[in-house]
């Protein structure tokens, strides 16, 4: 099944397709055709006025609503930043954390939504690590087994970067809601991929060049409404501070809305190349999307089992995601030499390791790649020679 009315269209959008297979979209996508022109003429419009123009500073602003649609919140709590880490950090940073205060993360999460968390234990702040039986494997009562009086907040991706599971946030953040506790989200795993709405979230982090399809820099923070005084911005500029004519004040008044958080000057292709890419994606449908993803999850899973293959995380179910990670017994060419083979056959997947050290395939195909493409997956990896 193809989410396009030909083939053509495909190709069109996506010209990676014609002589490469791209499944490395949970590392850094590539970019779709429309994406880049969106880029490319802005950028040449500033070669001929100044940078902000006002068009490019409304479809900035557009950009915050069309964000705000992807998750379910308002425009005026969206700030355009990136990377994930920035508005990560901009959480961790910005609360006003006491001795003995707890926050709950996970250990082996990626490291971008580790080290904020961890670093609070020089402020006195007791870190309580999630050890799920399987990586990634977070879920509701795991969570609240860690709960304490003393929890501050809880700090989780959507989606873990090398198991591929996919959390359950709404169940988690009514949980936490009802308790009082904040619930920040990495959201940058699941973002243009699954539904990943923000109603019982407070604040959310990710990237545009994932499942975005969008350039690398710009991103989306959400802060919600109601929790916009408990988090300080730590970044101060001329953007979110007020300045009237950028004249320093004598004291600190923040502008409102998603300004906030944005300190100065920010990446106007970057975000424009973002919300090209998001459009994209709801126009297609992300419940479409979604689907695509798991057929051609079921498809992989299939014919790599059928060579001798295994996966790590869920294959199926609400815990599925596009993230479908592959490794080997002992017999057969290593992990490493499939990759160098297949990357040599121009298929692209991505190579990890877990903290063990073992090696693995992972596979992150988007809406636009096909089930003939696993295919031929399956057959270049068959092909790998021994030696």
């Known amino acids: 099944m193809s989410l396009f009315t030909s083939e053509a269209e495909r190709l069109a959008e996506f010209p990676i397709a014609r002589d ?15 994406v880049t022109k969106v880029m ?76 904020p968390w961890t670093d609070l234990a020089r402020h006195g702040v007791v870190v309580r690590l999630l050890k799920p039986n399987a990586p990634g494997a977070i879920t509701p009562e795991l969570v609240e087994a860690a ?7 809880v700090a989780l991706a959507s989606c873990h970067f090398i198991s591929g ?52 820099a710009a991103g989306i923070v959400y802060v919600r409404e109601e929790v916009k005084e408990r988090l300080r911005p730590t970044l101060l500029g001329s953007w979110n501070v007020h300045s009237p004519n950028f004249i320093a004040q004598p004291e600190i008044t923040f502008e409102s809305g998603g300004r906030r958080y944005e300190p100065g000057v920010l990446n106007i292709a970057g975000i424009l190349g973002m919300k090209a890419g998001l459009e994209l994606l709801l126009e297609k449908g ?27 995380g869920p294959a199926d179910g609400p815990n599925a995601s596009g993230i479908s990670t592959a490794f080997r017994e ?42 003939t493409e696993m295919d031929r997956v399956a057959e270049a990896i068959a092909r790998t020679p021994i030696g």
């Open 330 to 371: 002992k017999s057969g060419p290593s992990v490493e030499k499939v990759y160098e083979h297949l990357t040599a056959q121009n298929i692209s997947p991505s190579l990890r390791y877990d903290r063990a050290g073992q090696a693995y395939l992972r596979f992150s195909p988007h809406f636009y790649n096909t089930e």
């Open 165 to 216: 599971y996919r959390i359950q946030i709404d169940a988690i953040g009514q949980m936490l809601r009802a308790r009082g506790i904040l619930f920040c989200l990495d959201a940058i795993q699941t973002l243009g991929a699954f539904e990943t709405r923000v109603d019982h979230v407070d604040f959310l982090s990710a990237d545009s060049h994932k499942w975005m399809l969008g350039p690398m």
């Open 286 to 312: 992300i419940p479409e999307v979604s689907a695509q993803l798991l057929r051609l999850k079921t498809r992989l899973i299939l014919q790599l089992n059928s060579i001798g293959f295994h996966f790590i």
């Open 20 to 34: 490469s297979i791209f499944l490395a979209h949970a590392g850094v996508t590539i970019l779709p055709q429309r």
């Open 40 to 115: 490319q003429d802005y950028l040449q419009e500033a070669c001929l006025r100044m940078q902000e123009f006002p068009e490019a500073w409304r479809a900035v602003n557009e950009t915050r609503a069309v964000a705000a649609q992807m998750i379910g919140a308002k425009a005026s709590e969206i700030s355009l930043l990136g990377p994930t880490s920035l508005g990560l950090s901009l959480v961790a940073n910005g609360l006003d954390w006491q001795p003995g205060d707890e926050v709950v993360c996970y250990q082996d999460d990626y490291p971008a939504n580790v080290y």
């Open 147 to 153: 709960l304490t009086p003393k929890t501050k907040l």
